[in-house]
Structure formats: C-alpha cells, structure tokens
C-alpha cells in the first residue's frame, strides 16, 4: 500500500522544504522503505527550462530527459532514487493538459473548472505510477497563502477525503523567528499560517519547525495547543551546520518515529544512519582543503550552481578534503587580468551557461588553465569554450567561435541541427521553439579505451545527462587532435563530440554533459572524486 506524505510550507519562503522532504525520504529508507518524492510547482511555465538559473535556481534534468525543478536534485542526492518526468508538475503543464483535453472534446460538453477539471489533473498526477514506493512524498512548491498555490492545497485536500487518514499525512514547515528584543521565540506566524491552511480544509499533522535556537516546552505546548497537533508531532528543525546532518538531526526529535506512529507501523528498531555519519564526520573535520575556481555567469545566486556545488563537495569527501569554492564572475576577466584571480586556486571548473555575455572571460580561465597546467573541469559550455580557445590558441584560428553568439566564419562551436535519440532522429532550426527542445536527458557516450577519462570511469561506455542546443562541430576536429586536442569521447554513432581532453596536461578535461547530476554523497561522480584528486595535488605545488 503506498501512503502519501504532503509537504507544504509556510511563514516564509526559502526554509528548505526541498532539501526537508529529501531527508525524511532519507529517513524512512534508512527504516527500509521504498520511497519516491514528488514535485508540485505552481509557477505557470510548463517547466523550469525557459527561466533564468538566477531566478529559479538551476534546471535539474532527468534521465528521461525532463527539465525540473532543482529540488528533484536534492531528492536524488539523498534518496539514490532516479526521478523522472512524472516526479515534477508545474501550474503551467496541467493547465495546457487540461486545455489540450478540451480541445480534443474529451469532457463533453462539460464547462471546465478549477474544481473538478484541475484538481482531477492534480489528483492524477500525484497518484499516478507509484512503482512499489511504499511512501510518495509530495512537496508542494511556494509558501500556503500564495494565490497559485490554491488549486494543489484542495486537491491534497480532496486526496485526504478519498484515500483516509490511513494513507495521507500533512506535514506543515514554519519558521519560529527569534525576537531580540522580547528575548523569545515567536509563534504567531506558525499559528496564523495553520489557520491559512485550515481555511482551505487542510489540518496539519505534524508541524516541522525551523528556528536558530531550541524550542521551549512551554512554546511547544502553545504551538500544539493553537494549532491543534500533538506536542510530540511539534518537530524542532535547527539550522545545520551542513546539510548532511539534517537527517541525523531529524531523527534525533523523533521526526521519522512520528511519521511511522501516525501510520500504525512499527517505530521501536533505530534506523542505520551510519553513512550519513560518516559524512558529517568528514564534512566536519576534512584532512585538508582545495580552492577551487568556479568561473560563470550566474555567481550572483548560488542555487543556479546547485548540482555543481554539491558535486564538488562530493568529489571532497571521497577525497577527505573540504573544497573551498570561489565564484568568480566570467566578465571580470574581460577587464582584469585573469592571473590575479586565478593564480592561487587548485583547480578551475567553468560550468554550463548559455549566451554571448561572459564569454570571452571563460575562454581567458581556459587559457590559463591550459597554459599554467592547473586542473581543468569543463562543463557543456565550459568544454564548448576550452574548444574555442585551443582552436584559437594552438590551431591558430583566430576568428573561431560559436554560432550561438551570432553568425562566424569559424562555427567551431554550432546548433545542433540532428541528432539520433534511440531510433528517432531528432531536427532543429534556428526558428525552433527555445522550450523543451534542446538535447536532453541520458544519452551513452563511447569513451576511447586509452584515454584519461575512460580510465577514469573505469569504463568506456557511459551514459550521462545532457541539455544543450550547441556542440562541437567535427570539421576542426582533426586539426585540434593534431595540435594536442584529443576527442576521448564521442556519441555512439560518432558524430558527436562528447568529451575532449589534453594528453599531458595533469587534468584538462571538457564533458558535453552534466555529470554533476549524477552525484551523489553516498556515491560521488568518478569524474569530481578525479578532479578534486587532481586539486589536491596541485595544492602541494602552489
Ligand atoms: N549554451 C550551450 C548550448 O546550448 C551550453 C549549454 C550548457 O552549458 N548547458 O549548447
């Protein structure tokens, strides 16, 4: 019997409700449960893909090539369970599934509603494919009281009324904020955000509360009494120092004990949390540290880099070493010189990016990265730039460039007009919509046996998550291998460029793929523990 788990947030936005549902997911696995987290955003785009990274913070992309919300990466990062496409809907796509049905006749004659028409769709989309999870956690994105968010608060509440008490749980996230001034900890915001929610029908079961402090009993039993939940389900949720103890400190307050208690199963045996201790272990108290440069375009908010980051702390703790991460805005290299900034990192990533801006500031850390011999880790668009400039550089092109920044004589960088996804050729063109239509989701890559990377992997077959429009475009390929430039990694037909490195540079490599999607704390990408390995050795020289 699969049960539901609904997460709404309250008070404020930003108190984590992503990275909090994933470590109760963490939790009742740890008990033995299968477990599958869900999505629900109220935003009106069809998904993430269009918006900004710094925004919405950055697009999580699926095997099955869905473009998502960056919570799906959390839920990931702590479960080990894939998402997929069915794991994240926003306002936007159950509207334009509802009108498509309308348009098809599929409601005969009916005139549609919020109530029942999108609540249904809602409904549908929060039940549909469980697997064998025994639990569905179903975060609902904004904060209660939002305008958008009405229609997913009554369809949870519909949800109640349909599976029971047996099969549905309502846990409310608040803050309590600390008043300085009346040296208390305040818990009207909770109460009048339990009221919001009941206006809409919906009691909570549990209240998980962050404060920066301890919750008085005496505030514990206010909060309980007001908002009508046991003293026992009033969960305190302090601020962590890293993220991998929020699961150890959730059970510490009997967070998951609770949650089986409300569902009749059995509570007494201690889950193993083990392995997360041993990551806060290491986290806490690291053998060294590595700084590395991580040179992008969206610096200003750091959850546009949120895969990227904790990729990199991964690829530390499989290295014991704390990764110190400096953000360097790429245009400051357009007018400074890039050796000031860079001359004492370990390491330099440039990530994924899209757009002309910045660019030629990448192109410059690539150089350095090059010429200096310090690690490189180029990202999509990071690889896309280390190409530009070793064309530039050591073929001797020096008008190359990239199609998506205008029209060049040296396309080393263009759209990718075809490409082959299973059987199915896949087309493009420059009038194509911008949405949903890049190159996404899991596709293999053939490594060369004798190259840096395959021995990396320990493999030359992989598979990786990919979103990009542009690629490298072939015709400079054997000029490029010629000056230094090897191609290790190609598409299986082998057409596509998918990995270049530098034979003899200590680590100079460019994916045309996300691997740090595929990282994880329990398991960090070969290619991030390989790096930072390489960044530890680096730091000895510097
Ligand atoms: N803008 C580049 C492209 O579309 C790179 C994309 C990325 O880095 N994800 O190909």
Not at 68 to 75: A, R
Not at 480 to 506: N, Q, R, W
Not at 511 to 522: D, F, I, T
Request: glycine content about 10%; overall charge negative.
């Amino acid at each position: 019997m699969t049960r539901f788990i609904f997460i709404t947030g309250g008070v404020v936005s930003s108190l984590g409700k992503g990275l909090s549902s994933a470590a109760l997911g963490a939790l009742l696995q740890a008990r033995g449960y299968k477990v599958r987290l869900r999505k629900l955003d109220p935003y009106l785009n069809v998904d993430p893909g269009t918006m900004s990274p710094t925004q919405h913070g950055e697009v999580f992309v699926t095997d099955d090539g869905a473009e998502t919300d960056l919570d799906l990466g959390h839920y990931e990062r702590f479960t080990g369970v894939d998402a997929k496409q069915t794991d994240n809907v926003t306002t936007g796509r159950i509207y334009s599934e509802v009108i498509k049905r309308e348009r098809r006749g599929d409601y005969l004659g009916a005139t549609i509603q919020v109530i029942p028409h999108v609540t249904d769709a809602i409904k549908e989309f929060i039940l549909a494919d469980p697997g064998e999870a025994d639990f569905v956690l179903v975060e609902i994105g904004g904060t209660v009281g939002d305008i958008e968010g009405l229609p997913f608060l009554e369809a949870i509440r519909q949800l109640r009324n349909e599976l029971g008490e047996e099969r549905t749980m309502f846990v409310h996230l608040t803050l309590l904020p600390w008043v300085p001034t009346a040296g208390e900890l305040k818990t009207k915001p909770t109460q009048h955000s339990v009221k919001e929610l009941l206006s809409v029908g919906i009691q909570p079961d549990l209240l998980l509360c962050r404060s920066d402090r301890s919750i008085p009993p005496n505030e514990r039993k206010k909060i309980a009494l007001f908002c009508n939940v046991r003293p026992e389900r009033v969960i305190e949720a302090l601020d962590a120092d890293t993220i991998y103890q929020v699961p150890i400190a959730y059970h510490d307050q009997g967070y998951d004990r609770e949650v089986c208690r409300y569902f009749d199963l059995p509570f007494e045996q201690e889950p193993s949390l083990a392995q997360w201790r041993g990551i806060v272990r290491t986290v806490r108290d690291p053998e060294g540290q590595v700084s590395i440069a991580v040179v992008g375009k969206y610096t200003g908010l750091l959850d546009a880099y949120k895969s990227l980051s904790e990729a990199l702390t991964h690829g530390g703790l499989a290295n014991n070493v704390r990764v110190k991460l400096e953000w360097i805005d790429s245009e400051i290299f357009e007018r400074e010189d890039a050796v000031v900034h860079l001359e004492n990192v370990h390491g330099i990533l440039v990530p994924g990016g899209f757009g002309e801006r910045g660019s030629e500031g990448k192109i410059q850390a690539a150089r350095f990265a090059r010429e200096r011999r310090v690690p490189y880790f180029g990202i999509c668009f990071g690889m896309q730039m280390a190409v530009i400039e070793a064309t530039r550089n050591l073929v001797g092109i020096k008008d190359a460039g990239s199609t998506e920044f205008g029209p060049t004589a040296e396309p080393v960088v263009g759209l990718l007009t075809e490409w082959l996804k299973g059987n199915e050729i896949e087309r493009r063109n420059y009038g194509s919509d911008l949405g949903g239509t890049m190159r996404l989701g899991a596709y293999i890559a053939h490594l060369d046996p004798a190259s840096q990377i395959a021995r990396i992997y320990g493999s030359d077959r992989i598979s990786e998550r990919h979103r990009h429009r542009y690629e490298v475009n072939t015709d400079y390929k054997a000029r490029l291998e010629k000056a230094g430039m090897k191609f290790a990694g190609m598409s299986p037909d082998g057409v596509l460029p998918e990995t270049i490195e530098i034979p003899g540079h200590p680590w100079f490599i460019g994916v045309q793929y996300h691997p740090e999607l595929k990282s994880r704390p329990l398991q960090p990408h070969p290619l991030f523990r390989s790096f930072i390995e390489a960044a530890k050795t680096q730091s000895r020289l510097v």
